[in-house]
């Protein structure tokens, strides 16, 4: 649990509500998380489904990691405790842009399952949607996509015994027990991807049905 070392501080609510934002987006604020390996293809789909949510008309953005961690998180390494660090805040921007009315995408990694709950459970208690999204790729076909050659710097280091710590080779990933969503980003296109995810955001009446 990371430790609260602000003091003298008090929560402010605002005159605006919940509800008026997503009045006037015509549509409710949510997480949409991505989770998978890397070379899973979570960001490609994850801005596949934000281009197809501006499409129609609704508010969307994506956090990817590897943008994050050019500036917010750019302090932050690999190690489990930065790992850990880099979920916790980006769960907790996420939460403030789905509090704002915003269809938020996430493109992370975020290869330990107790992080991921984390951040679950702090929309929960927001009372925020939170979807995550397994991107179901066995490691070999990851592998061999290996679109950044990170693999092959991670088996070579581990051949000369110094290792990386990454994930799928030299550390673990925790595949989600019971996700809302899985996309098995094999035999299917990105579109196809997207589709699914933006067919369970209308079934849970996310893109403004009712409102």
Same mark, same amino acid.
């Given at each position: 649990?990371?430790?609260?070392? =602000? /003091?003298?501080? /008090?929560?402010?609510?605002?005159?605006? /509500?919940?509800?008026?934002?997503?009045?006037?987006?015509?549509?409710?604020? =949510?997480?949409?998380?991505? #989770?998978?390996?890397?070379?899973?293809? !979570? &960001?490609?789909?994850?801005? #596949?489904?934000?281009?197809?949510?501006?499409?129609?008309?609704?508010?969307?953005?994506?956090?990817?990691?590897?943008?994050?961690?050019?500036?917010?998180?750019? $302090?932050?390494? @690999? &190690?489990?405790?930065?790992? %850990?660090? $880099?979920?916790?805040?980006?769960?907790?921007?996420?939460?403030? @842009?789905?509090?704002?009315?915003?269809? #938020?995408? #996430?493109?992370?990694? &975020?290869?330990?399952?107790?992080?991921?709950?984390?951040?679950?459970?702090?929309?929960? %208690?927001?009372?925020?949607? @939170?979807?995550?999204?397994?991107?179901?790729?066995?490691?070999?076909?990851?592998? &061999?996509?290996?679109?950044?050659?990170?693999?092959? !710097?991670?088996?070579?280091?581990?051949?000369?015994? !110094?290792?990386?710590?990454?994930?799928?080779?030299?550390?673990?990933? %925790?595949?989600? /027990?019971?996700?809302?969503?899985?996309?098995?980003?094999?035999?299917?296109?990105?579109?196809? =991807?997207?589709?699914?995810?933006? $067919?369970?955001?209308?079934?849970?009446?996310?893109?403004?049905?009712?409102?």
């Amino acid at each position: 649990m990371t430790e609260i070392k =602000a /003091t003298n501080i /008090t929560w402010h609510e605002g005159h605006v /509500t919940r509800e008026d934002r997503e009045k006037l987006l015509k549509q409710r604020g =949510a997480t949409v998380w991505f #989770t998978g390996l890397s070379g899973c293809g !979570k &960001s490609t789909i994850a801005f #596949t489904v934000e281009h197809a949510l501006i499409q129609r008309g609704h508010l969307a953005y994506t956090l990817d990691g590897d943008n994050i961690r050019h500036g917010l998180n750019k $302090n932050l390494g @690999f &190690s489990a405790a930065d790992r %850990e660090e $880099n979920i916790r805040r980006i769960g907790e921007v996420a939460k403030l @842009f789905a509090d704002a009315g915003a269809i #938020t995408l #996430t493109s992370f990694i &975020s290869p330990y399952r107790k992080d991921r709950d984390q951040v679950r459970k702090i929309h929960q %208690e927001a009372g925020l949607p @939170f979807v995550e999204v397994f991107v179901d790729v066995p490691i070999e076909v990851c592998e &061999s996509r290996d679109p950044k050659g990170l693999y092959k !710097k991670a088996r070579a280091a581990l051949a000369e015994g !110094k290792g990386m710590g990454f994930t799928g080779v030299d550390d673990p990933y %925790e595949p989600p /027990t019971n996700p809302e969503i899985v996309l098995r980003n094999v035999d299917i296109t990105r579109e196809e =991807a997207a589709a699914q995810v933006l $067919n369970y955001l209308e079934s849970k009446g996310l893109l403004g049905n009712g409102l």
